[in-house]
């Protein structure tokens, strides 16, 4: 494989991507249906692509980063989508986004009949560890794609192998129970400081070596704080994927009660008025004490 990389997908993660790509020495070649979006990141280095099927073109590994499972399908399976590319033999094609495990098993497929491999690898980090190649990536797909894809995916962060295809989808599912619901109690328990008279500001330095810290505990409550909403990931992101994962429990019939409540939690943020604001934003739903 040569190093040239397409994605599809320019918005907040793609920018933070394709910057480390060409950070990296990597040729990209870029789409995003927003034209503007486009535009600006033939600033930082990307070749514009005139669609997902120019992308496909001209790239031996095309990533993609867009916002829901239906821009996944038509960033792939679409009328110029990567399924439209003159010739797919040989290339592989990796969906970074959070999608329907449904349509994950329909795209490989179509695009396998084509002569292309497919590996779903959706991420964690948000787009700051996009930007600085820290990435958790989950990749479902067969072995012969992952250890052709693996040398790209170091330059972008930690890669697992979590089986076939449709796996890395399962297991950001898992990823988004213990994210999203962690949002809702990181709001409560900085409710529960302020009330007490704490000084929230230690409160990530004071837990971080017992079993309370986490990554997430330090970036959330200082923004909470703050009160910085600036979008880090939208808070109707969030809400899709909850109501995705709320899908995916009920086909199991899976109990899942916190997920359960912190959907709940970003639907009234959402109908609030809330939506382009940051996942953290689930705090201004509590009362200040």
Known sequence: MSGNIGFIGLG????????????????VAGFDIDAARTKAAAGWGVTVAQNAADVARQSDIIL????????????????DGIAQAPDLKGKIVVDHSTTELEATHRIAKALAARGAAF??????????AAKAGTLAIM?????AAIATIAPLMRDLGTMTHMGAVGTGQATKLVNQTLVLTNYCVIAEA???????????????KALATGHAGSNLLAAAMPQMIAEDFAP????????????MLQGAAREQHLAMPMASQALTLYRLLVASGKSELDATAVVTLYPKP
């Open 12 to 27: 907040l993660m793609g920018e933070g991507f394709t910057r480390r790509l060409i950070e990296k020495g990597y040729r």
């Open 64 to 79: 993609t980063c867009v916002i829901n499972t239906a821009a996944v399908e038509a960033a792939t399976l679409g009328a």
């Open 190 to 204: 900085l409710r529960l400081a302020e009330a007490y008279g704490v000084d929230a500001a230690k409160i990530p």
């Open 139 to 143: 990749a479902g797909g067969d072995d």
């Open 232 to 243: 880090r990931g939208f808070a109707r992101q969030v809400l899709k994927d909850l109501e």
């Open 119 to 128: 590996v779903d690898a959706p991420v964690s980090g948000g787009p700051g």
